[in-house]
C-alpha cells in the first residue's frame, strides 16, 4: 500500500532532482547566451527563484520527516536527456535552447501542479501553498520564454543573412 503521503514524499524528491536540473540547464544557457544580452537579467533571475525552490522543496521534505537524499531515476533521466538535447546543437543553438527551456519550464509547472494535489490529499495544506507560488514562477517563466521565440529568431534569422557568427 502506497499512501497519498508516501506518493508525496516521493514527488518532492522527484521536483528536488528536477530544480537541481534546472540550475544546471541555466547555468549552460546564461553562458552560451552572449549574443542575446537582454534575455540574461530574466534568466539569471530564475536561476535565483530556482535555487530557492528547490531550498522550499528541502524544507517540504524536512517537514514531512524526509530528506531529498534518495534521487529517483525517473527524473534524473529526463533531465538527463533534456541536457543531451541542449548539447547537441548546431548553429541555431539558441533557438533549440529556447524551445527546450519551454518545455522544461512547463513540465515543471504540471509538476507542480500535480504536486499540490498530492499535498492537499494528503493533509498538508502548507505545502500545497509552497508548491502553487512555485507553480505560479514556473508558469510565468514559461510564458516569458514564449513571448522571446518571435524576437529571438528574428535575430538569429538577421545574424545568419549578415553572415555573422548567427551560433549561440
Ligand atoms: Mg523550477
Ligand atoms: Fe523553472
Known sequence: MTTPRDNLI?????????????IELLETQIERLENYPEALPRLREHLQQTREQQTEVERCLD????????????????GAS???????????????????SHAF???????????????????????AQTCEQIMRQEQDMARWVW?????????????SESGAEAKR
Open 10 to 22: 516521493s514527488w518532492l524528491r522527484d521536483a528536488y532532482a528536477m530544480e537541481g536540473q534546472a
Open 63 to 78: 517537514r514531512l520527516g524526509a530528506d531529498p537524499s534518495t534521487l529517483k531515476e525517473s527524473a534524473m533521466k529526463l
Open 82 to 100: 533534456m541536457q543531451g538535447m541542449m548539447h547537441a546543437m548546431s548553429s541555431d543553438e539558441v533557438l533549440k535552447h529556447a524551445l527546450g
Open 105 to 127: 519550464e512547463q513540465f515543471e509547472a504540471g509538476s507542480y501542479r500535480s504536486l499540490m494535489t498530492a499535498a492537499e490529499t494528503a493533509g498538508e495544506p502548507q505545502i
Open 147 to 159: 513571448e522571446q521565440l518571435p524576437h529571438m529568431t528574428e535575430q538569429y534569422l538577421r545574424r
